[in-house]
C-alpha cells in the first residue's frame, strides 16, 4: 500500500510538472515572459529566439538598463512589450540599447530621470552589433533631463539600417543635445531608408544655446554620404530649442507630410544634397521667431508646403535662400545649386529671404535654381522679399502675389518677370485655405495632417507645457510675520497670494518659488501693501518656478547689510527649467542698505523665456536692476530671450538699469530681443563699482526697440553689434546732460534722437 501510495504521489507531481511547463511554453507562445525585475530580464534575454516576446510587469522600474539584442525575422520577430500600456514606468538613471535583426520595442515610459549613458534609445547594442530591420513604436519618453542644462545627451540615436521609429510621445527635453538623432557614423549606417513616422515632437523650450534641434539626420562630417532617410506625418509643436527645428546634415533625405506647429526655427537643409520637402504644414499663428524653410547646397527641392503666420526674419524666415563659401569646408556653408522651390502656398508670412547670410566668407551667391509657381499672400505686409545679394542665378517664373506686395528687386531694379500680381480668394476647410484659381499650389488635400490627435500613443496624456499665471485657486493673506511665505509654502501652480492689507508685509524667510506663483495686492485698497524683508534675497526663483509680482511697494529699509542684496534671485544651480518674471505696477525704493542691492540678480545656467515689467518705478537703489551678463563665455549662450521694459522710471540707481550679454559668433540662437518703451533713466550708473560705467550695456543682442525714451545726467548707452545682422533702433529718444550712445560698430538706427 505505501509503494502504491508513493507511485501514485510521484505519478500526481509528474503530471503537475509537464503541466506547468505545458502552461509556461504556451504563455511564452502567446503572451510574453512576463518578467518582474532585471534578473529575470536578462535571463529572459540571454536565449531569444524568432517569435519570442518578453514582458515587463507593470511597476516603476528604477536605474534599469535593458540591453534587448537577438536575430529575429520578419514573419518572426522578437518583442520588447509592457503588461499594460501607460502602467510601465522607467525612472532614474534607466535606458535601452537595441541590437541584431527584427527587434521591436514598444509601450516603455521613460520620466523622472535621466540616461548616465549618452542615450535613452539607442538603435545599437554596442559598436559592434547596430540594429537593422528593428522597430521602436509607442514609447514615451517625457521631461527626462539631467539637472545641468549644458550636460549633453541624446533622447533617440538611431543607427543601422531600415530601422522604424513611429507613434511616439516625445516632450520636455530641456539641457543640450539633439531630440532624435539619425548617426551616420560608419558604411554599415548609411543609405540606412531609416523610417521615422507619425511621432508627437513636443515643447522643447528655447536653450539659448546651439544644440537644441529636435532632429537631425546626420553631420557635417558624413554630410556627403547617402542616409535616405523618410521623415513623415510627424507633428512638431512648439519645438523651440534654437534655430533648426530639424537639420538635414547628408542627401537623399525625404520630410513630407509633417506638421510644425507653432514652433520657432526651421525645417533646415544644413548639409548634404537632394533632399527632397514636400507637403509640409507650417501653422504658426504669428508666433514670434518662428519660421519655414531653409535652403543650402546642392539640388534641392521643396515643393507643395503650407506656409501661414510665419513671422522670423533673416536665418529663420519663411523661405530663406542661403549665399555659400566658396569652395567651402564641410562644416560650413555650401553654395545653393540646381534646386526648385515650386508649388507652394505662403499665406501672411513677413520674410522670404534670398541671398540670406551675404557677407565677405559667404559671397557665393545661389546658381542654376528655379522659384516657379508659389503663391504669396499677404495684404498687410509690402515688403515680403528681401535680397541680401545678387540674385540673378534664380529664375523666378509664373510666382502668384498679392497685389500690394513689391516684387524682388535685384541690384536695386525689381524683377519684371516671374511673378503676376493678382487678388486671391480663397476657400477654406478644416483651417486650410486654398486659392480658388489655383487649387492645386499646396499640399496634397487627399493626405491627412498630422496633428494632436493622430500622433504619438493614445493611451498617455499630452500635457499642456506652456508657463501659465493665475490658473489656480486665490489664496487671502492679511497681515502677519511671514504671511506669504507660508502662503507659499502652501501653494500649488498656478495659484494667486492675494494681499488684502494696506501697510507693511514682513518677510524674515527667504521665498522659494518653487512652481509658477502670483503675488498681488487685492483690488480697491487705498494704499497698497508693502514688503520688506532682512534676508540677502526676498524671493528666490527654484528649477521649476516662475513669478508674477503686482501692484507692491518694496522696500529695502530692513534689510541686514548683506552684500549683494536682492529682491528677486534665481537659484545659484543650474536651472534645467526656463522661467518667466513679470513685473506689474511696482515700486522699488531703498534698496541701499550696502553698495551693491540689487532688484533681480542672475546665475549662471539660468534662463528666462521672457522677463516682463512695465508701469514700475526704481529709485534710490545702489546696485543694479537688471543684470543678465553671467553668460560670458562667448558661445552664443545668454539669461533671457525677451526682456520687456515698458512705462517705467529709473531714478538714482548706482548700477546699470539694464545689462544684456550675448557673446561669441553662434548663429543658431535667436536672442536676447529687448523691446524698451516709454522709460525714463535720471541720474542712473555712476558708481564706480559699476564695471560698465553705463547706463545700458547691450553686448550682443539680436533685436532692440528701443523708443519714447529719456535719459538725464546719466551714464553712456553701451552697445557691442555681433552675430550677423542685429536690428537695433533708437527712435523718439532724448538725451539731456547725458553721456551718447557709443557703439562697437555703426549698424543701428537713430530716428529722432536729440542731445541737450
Same mark, same amino acid.
Given at each position: 500500500?505505501?509503494?502504491?501510495?508513493?507511485?501514485?504521489?510521484?505519478?500526481?507531481?509528474?503530471?503537475?510538472?509537464?503541466?506547468?511547463?505545458?502552461?509556461?511554453?504556451?504563455?511564452?507562445?502567446?503572451?510574453?515572459?512576463?518578467?518582474?525585475?532585471?534578473?529575470?530580464?536578462?535571463?529572459?534575454?540571454?536565449?531569444?529566439?524568432?517569435?519570442?516576446?518578453?514582458?515587463?510587469?507593470?511597476?516603476?522600474?528604477?536605474?534599469?538598463?535593458?540591453?534587448?539584442?537577438?536575430?529575429?525575422?520578419?514573419?518572426?520577430?522578437?518583442?520588447?512589450?509592457?503588461?499594460?500600456?501607460?502602467?510601465?514606468?522607467?525612472?532614474?538613471?534607466?535606458?535601452?540599447?537595441?541590437?541584431?535583426?527584427?527587434?521591436?520595442?514598444?509601450?516603455?515610459?521613460?520620466?523622472?530621470?535621466?540616461?548616465?549613458?549618452?542615450?535613452?534609445?539607442?538603435?545599437?547594442?554596442?559598436?559592434?552589433?547596430?540594429?537593422?530591420?528593428?522597430?521602436?513604436?509607442?514609447?514615451?519618453?517625457?521631461?527626462?533631463?539631467?539637472?545641468?542644462?549644458?550636460?549633453?545627451?541624446?533622447?533617440?540615436?538611431?543607427?543601422?539600417?531600415?530601422?522604424?521609429?513611429?507613434?511616439?510621445?516625445?516632450?520636455?527635453?530641456?539641457?543640450?543635445?539633439?531630440?532624435?538623432?539619425?548617426?551616420?557614423?560608419?558604411?554599415?549606417?548609411?543609405?540606412?531608408?531609416?523610417?521615422?513616422?507619425?511621432?508627437?515632437?513636443?515643447?522643447?523650450?528655447?536653450?539659448?544655446?546651439?544644440?537644441?534641434?529636435?532632429?537631425?539626420?546626420?553631420?557635417?562630417?558624413?554630410?556627403?554620404?547617402?542616409?535616405?532617410?523618410?521623415?513623415?506625418?510627424?507633428?512638431?509643436?512648439?519645438?523651440?530649442?534654437?534655430?533648426?527645428?530639424?537639420?538635414?546634415?547628408?542627401?537623399?533625405?525625404?520630410?513630407?507630410?509633417?506638421?510644425?506647429?507653432?514652433?520657432?526655427?526651421?525645417?533646415?537643409?544644413?548639409?548634404?544634397?537632394?533632399?527632397?520637402?514636400?507637403?509640409?504644414?507650417?501653422?504658426?499663428?504669428?508666433?514670434?521667431?518662428?519660421?519655414?524653410?531653409?535652403?543650402?547646397?546642392?539640388?534641392?527641392?521643396?515643393?507643395?508646403?503650407?506656409?501661414?503666420?510665419?513671422?522670423?526674419?533673416?536665418?529663420?524666415?519663411?523661405?530663406?535662400?542661403?549665399?555659400?563659401?566658396?569652395?567651402?569646408?564641410?562644416?560650413?556653408?555650401?553654395?545653393?545649386?540646381?534646386?526648385?522651390?515650386?508649388?507652394?502656398?505662403?499665406?501672411?508670412?513677413?520674410?522670404?529671404?534670398?541671398?540670406? =547670410?551675404?557677407?565677405? +566668407?559667404?559671397? #557665393?551667391?545661389? %546658381?542654376?535654381?528655379? @522659384? &516657379?509657381?508659389?503663391?504669396?499672400? *499677404?495684404?498687410?505686409?509690402?515688403?515680403?522679399?528681401?535680397?541680401?545679394?545678387?540674385?540673378?542665378?534664380?529664375?523666378?517664373?509664373?510666382?502668384?502675389?498679392?497685389?500690394?506686395?513689391?516684387?524682388?528687386?535685384?541690384?536695386?531694379?525689381?524683377?519684371?518677370?516671374?511673378?503676376?500680381?493678382?487678388?486671391?480668394?480663397?476657400?477654406?476647410?478644416?483651417?486650410?485655405?486654398?486659392?480658388?484659381?489655383?487649387?492645386?499650389?499646396?499640399?496634397?488635400?487627399?493626405?491627412?495632417?498630422?496633428?494632436?490627435?493622430?500622433?504619438?500613443?493614445?493611451?498617455?496624456?499630452?500635457?499642456?507645457?506652456?508657463?501659465?499665471?493665475?490658473?489656480?485657486?486665490?489664496?487671502?493673506?492679511?497681515?502677519?510675520?511671514?504671511?506669504?511665505?507660508?502662503?507659499?509654502?502652501?501653494?500649488?501652480?498656478?495659484?494667486?497670494?492675494?494681499?488684502?492689507?494696506? =501697510?507693511?508685509?514682513? +518677510?524674515?524667510? #527667504?521665498?522659494? %518659488?518653487?512652481?509658477? @506663483? &502670483?503675488?498681488?495686492?487685492?483690488? *480697491?485698497?487705498?494704499?497698497?501693501?508693502?514688503?520688506?524683508?532682512?534676508?540677502?534675497?526676498?524671493?528666490?526663483?527654484?528649477?521649476?518656478?516662475?513669478?508674477?509680482?503686482?501692484?507692491?511697494?518694496?522696500?529695502?529699509?530692513?534689510?541686514?547689510?548683506?552684500?549683494?542684496?536682492?529682491?528677486?534671485?534665481?537659484?545659484?544651480?543650474?536651472?534645467?527649467?526656463?522661467?518667466?518674471?513679470?513685473?506689474?505696477?511696482?515700486?522699488?525704493?531703498?534698496?541701499?542698505?550696502?553698495?551693491?542691492?540689487?532688484?533681480?540678480?542672475?546665475?549662471?545656467?539660468?534662463?528666462?523665456?521672457?522677463?516682463?515689467?512695465?508701469?514700475?518705478?526704481?529709485?534710490?537703489?545702489?546696485?543694479?536692476?537688471?543684470?543678465?551678463?553671467?553668460?560670458?563665455?562667448?558661445?552664443?549662450?545668454?539669461?533671457?530671450?525677451?526682456?520687456?521694459?515698458?512705462?517705467?522710471?529709473?531714478?538714482?540707481?548706482?548700477?546699470?538699469?539694464?545689462?544684456?550679454?550675448?557673446?561669441?559668433?553662434?548663429?543658431?540662437?535667436?536672442?536676447?530681443?529687448?523691446?524698451?518703451?516709454?522709460?525714463?533713466?535720471?541720474?542712473?550708473?555712476?558708481?564706480?563699482?559699476?564695471?560698465?560705467?553705463?547706463?545700458?550695456?547691450?553686448?550682443?543682442?539680436?533685436?532692440?526697440?528701443?523708443?519714447?525714451?529719456?535719459?538725464?545726467?546719466?551714464?553712456?548707452?553701451?552697445?557691442?553689434?555681433?552675430?550677423?545682422?542685429?536690428?537695433?533702433?533708437?527712435?523718439?529718444?532724448?538725451?539731456?546732460?547725458?553721456?551718447?550712445?557709443?557703439?562697437?560698430?555703426?549698424?543701428?538706427?537713430?530716428?529722432?534722437?536729440?542731445?541737450?
Amino acid at each position: 500500500m505505501r509503494v502504491y501510495i508513493s507511485i501514485s504521489i510521484i505519478l500526481l507531481f509528474s503530471a503537475c510538472a509537464q503541466l506547468n511547463i505545458s502552461t509556461i511554453t504556451e504563455e511564452k507562445k502567446l503572451d510574453g515572459t512576463l518578467v518582474n525585475n532585471i534578473e529575470e530580464y536578462k535571463a529572459a534575454v540571454s536565449n531569444l529566439k524568432p517569435g519570442d516576446k518578453i514582458v515587463l510587469a507593470n511597476g516603476t522600474w528604477t536605474d534599469t538598463e535593458l540591453k534587448f539584442y537577438g536575430k529575429g525575422t520578419a514573419e518572426q520577430p522578437i518583442i520588447l512589450s509592457v503588461q499594460e500600456k501607460g502602467k510601465v514606468f522607467l525612472e532614474g538613471q534607466s535606458n535601452i540599447r537595441i541590437g541584431g535583426e527584427y527587434m521591436h520595442v514598444e509601450g516603455l515610459v521613460f520620466r523622472n530621470g535621466h540616461t548616465p549613458s549618452g542615450s535613452v534609445i539607442a538603435f545599437r547594442k554596442d559598436k559592434e552589433m547596430l540594429c537593422n530591420n528593428c522597430r521602436v513604436t509607442e514609447c514615451v519618453i517625457e521631461d527626462y533631463n539631467p539637472s545641468e542644462r549644458f550636460d549633453s545627451d541624446y533622447w533617440v540615436e538611431i543607427y543601422g539600417k531600415n530601422n522604424r521609429f513611429d507613434h511616439n510621445y516625445l516632450v520636455g527635453k530641456r539641457n543640450r543635445g539633439v531630440t532624435l538623432a539619425v548617426r551616420l557614423k560608419t558604411e554599415a549606417d548609411r543609405e540606412n531608408y531609416h523610417q521615422i513616422d507619425h511621432n508627437y515632437f513636443g515643447y522643447r523650450p528655447i536653450l539659448g544655446s546651439n544644440g537644441g534641434e529636435t532632429l537631425r539626420v546626420g553631420t557635417s562630417h558624413y554630410s556627403l554620404s547617402n542616409s535616405n532617410t523618410i521623415v513623415e506625418y510627424n507633428y512638431f509643436e512648439h519645438c523651440n530649442g534654437e534655430l533648426e527645428i530639424i537639420s538635414s546634415k547628408s542627401c537623399q533625405n525625404t520630410f513630407r507630410n509633417n506638421t510644425f506647429y507653432e514652433s520657432q526655427g526651421t525645417l533646415t537643409m544644413r548639409h548634404g544634397n537632394e533632399t527632397l520637402v514636400e507637403n509640409n504644414y507650417f501653422f504658426a499663428n504669428r508666433k514670434a521667431n518662428t519660421g519655414g524653410i531653409r535652403i543650402i547646397n546642392e539640388s534641392q527641392t521643396v515643393r507643395n508646403n503650407y506656409l501661414q503666420g510665419i513671422t522670423g526674419h533673416r536665418f529663420r524666415g519663411t523661405l530663406v535662400v542661403m549665399n555659400g563659401v566658396p569652395n567651402s569646408p564641410l562644416n560650413r556653408y555650401f553654395q545653393v545649386k540646381n534646386s526648385e522651390t515650386s508649388n507652394n502656398l505662403i499665406i501672411d508670412c513677413d520674410h522670404i529671404q534670398l541671398c540670406a =547670410g551675404s557677407d565677405e +566668407e559667404r559671397s #557665393a551667391t545661389p %546658381i542654376d535654381t528655379k @522659384i &516657379t509657381s508659389n503663391i504669396f499672400y *499677404n495684404t498687410k505686409k509690402d515688403d515680403v522679399f528681401t535680397v541680401y545679394d545678387d540674385i540673378s542665378g534664380i529664375e523666378f517664373e509664373e510666382n502668384v502675389v498679392s497685389p500690394n506686395i513689391a516684387f524682388p528687386k535685384n541690384k536695386g531694379k525689381e524683377l519684371e518677370k516671374g511673378f503676376t500680381a493678382k487678388t486671391i480668394k480663397f476657400i477654406e476647410k478644416d483651417g486650410v485655405k486654398r486659392s480658388k484659381s489655383h487649387p492645386n499650389i499646396g499640399p496634397d488635400q487627399s493626405k491627412p495632417i498630422p496633428g494632436r490627435e493622430n500622433t504619438g500613443v493614445s493611451w498617455y496624456p499630452k500635457k499642456d507645457y506652456q508657463i501659465r499665471f493665475g490658473t489656480g485657486k486665490v489664496i487671502e493673506v492679511p497681515h502677519g510675520e511671514n504671511a506669504i511665505f507660508n502662503a507659499v509654502k502652501k501653494s500649488k501652480p498656478g495659484d494667486i497670494i492675494r494681499l488684502t492689507e494696506s =501697510g507693511n508685509y514682513f +518677510e524674515g524667510k #527667504a521665498i522659494t %518659488i518653487p512652481h509658477t @506663483i &502670483t503675488i498681488e495686492a487685492a483690488p *480697491n485698497l487705498t494704499k497698497r501693501p508693502e514688503i520688506t524683508f532682512e534676508r540677502t534675497s526676498l524671493f528666490n526663483l527654484e528649477n521649476g518656478g516662475s513669478l508674477t509680482l503686482e501692484g507692491i511697494n518694496f522696500s529695502g529699509r530692513n534689510c541686514g547689510d548683506y552684500s549683494g542684496n536682492s529682491i528677486v534671485c534665481t537659484s545659484r544651480y543650474s536651472m534645467i527649467n526656463n522661467y518667466k518674471l513679470m513685473i506689474r505696477n511696482c515700486d522699488f525704493n531703498d534698496l541701499d542698505v550696502n553698495h551693491s542691492f540689487n532688484v533681480l540678480k542672475v546665475y549662471k545656467n539660468t534662463f528666462a523665456d521672457s522677463i516682463l515689467v512695465e508701469n514700475c518705478r526704481f529709485n534710490n537703489i545702489t546696485g543694479h536692476v537688471f543684470n543678465l551678463d553671467k553668460e560670458i563665455d562667448d558661445r552664443g549662450i545668454y539669461n533671457v530671450e525677451n526682456m520687456v521694459i515698458r512705462d517705467c522710471t529709473f531714478k538714482d540707481i548706482g548700477g546699470v538699469a539694464l545689462s544684456l550679454y550675448r557673446g561669441g559668433r553662434d548663429e543658431s540662437t535667436f536672442g536676447p530681443i529687448l523691446d524698451l518703451h516709454n522709460t525714463s533713466f535720471d541720474n542712473v550708473g555712476h558708481d564706480k563699482r559699476n564695471k560698465y560705467q553705463a547706463t545700458m550695456n547691450l553686448h550682443g543682442v539680436q533685436i532692440a526697440d528701443m523708443r519714447k525714451l529719456e535719459f538725464k545726467d546719466s551714464k553712456k548707452i553701451n552697445l557691442h553689434l555681433i552675430v550677423g545682422e542685429p536690428i537695433i533702433e533708437f527712435r523718439d529718444v532724448l538725451l539731456k546732460n547725458n553721456e551718447d550712445i557709443v557703439s562697437n560698430d555703426d549698424a543701428f538706427q537713430q530716428i529722432n534722437v536729440t542731445r541737450e
